[in-house]
């Protein structure tokens, strides 16, 4: 009698995972039929840059409204950034096209960059002209993807990073490196270093790597679980842009996480700086 609930048990479980199976088969052609509804991770990798500086790298993406266009990057990317520095974005074939910060910004001896008054966020507001406006056109997030409130994400949705660590997939093939972790914490304040102040993060369950810094953090309309059913999200769900990459928090006990900015704070110096 007990052997054969094993087996009724071992069988409703196989049987779960086929119908979870099912499900993630039809999620996936849903989204592939309408490209419009819910972005890709290959559709998405056209809006991140890669920023250099001599030897210094970061990455940055690009957002836009109706009236103006952005590149966003971590306060202390931009720091080492001028406008001879280069950002590079993919071409149609995945070849690496760059160009440098002056081909997109009105002509000057500095980059007119704005910052957040607390958070590591900074803006640079673009002037697309020429090949490189050409280049970057089409690849810019709407307004809309943002995150419009502060909050963390769910803990139990997937998340993903998208940049450039160590300047991967940047030569001869063009192709930004993703990191899917999932919110370790709600929001939490915490002071990076001693010439930091204290600010406002989220966490994630895995460290952040050098030349991350600056990415994008994606919240992923993929299914999800926090229990033996899987969620489905609904339907027309789109992805969206919850977070930028600060960099690692760490101890000596080799212990690391990321810490992430919430990406409200765009919103908050957007408003205060061109509205």
């Given amino acids: 009698m007990v052997e054969e609930q ?37 559709q998405l990798s056209i809006t991140v840059v890669y920023l250099r ?47 440098s910060l002056a081909d997109v910004t009105p002509q000057s001896p500095t ?17 697309l002209h020429g090949k490189a406006g050409e280049q970057l056109s089409g690849r810019f997030i709407p307004l809309g993807m943002i995150e419009q409130k502060l909050t963390p994400p769910q803990r139990k949705r997937p998340l993903v990073a998208m940049g450039f660590p160590l300047a991967l997939g940047t030569r001869i ?8 972790s999932k919110a370790a914490s709600g929001l939490v304040r915490i002071k990076p270093d001693s010439l930091e102040p204290e600010q406002t993060f989220f966490l994630l369950d895995k460290p952040s790597i050098g030349g991350f810094s600056g990415a994008p953090v994606f919240l992923m309309p993929w299914p999800y679980s926090d229990s033996p059913a899987l969620t489905m999200p609904e ?16 101890d ?5 996480l990321a810490a992430i900015v919430p990406v409200y704070y765009v919103l908050e110096t957007i408003r205060s700086n061109f509205k």
């Fill in 6 to 42: 094993g087996c009724a048990m071992q069988l409703d479980i196989q049987g779960k995972r086929m119908m979870n199976r099912f499900f993630l088969t039809i999620f996936a052609f849903l989204l592939s039929a309408d490209a419009g509804v819910a972005q890709t991770l290959d």
């Fill in 53 to 99: 500086q001599d030897n210094r790298i970061g990455t940055g993406f690009l957002i836009a409204d109706s009236n103006s266009a952005y590149l966003v990057t971590a306060k202390h990317v931009a720091s080492f950034l001028k406008p001879e520095s280069v950002g590079t974005v993919g071409d149609s074939n995945y070849v690496p096209y760059s160009f």
């Fill in 111 to 127: 980059l007119d960059w704005k910052f957040h008054q607390e958070a590591d966020i900074a803006l640079l507001r673009l002037l």
């Fill in 173 to 180: 093939h063009f192709s930004p490196i993703t990191s899917e």
């Fill in 235 to 250: 339907y027309g769900t789109r992805a969206q842009c919850v977070g930028i990459v600060k960099g690692t928090i760490s």
């Fill in 252 to 256: 000596d006990t080799g212990g690391k």
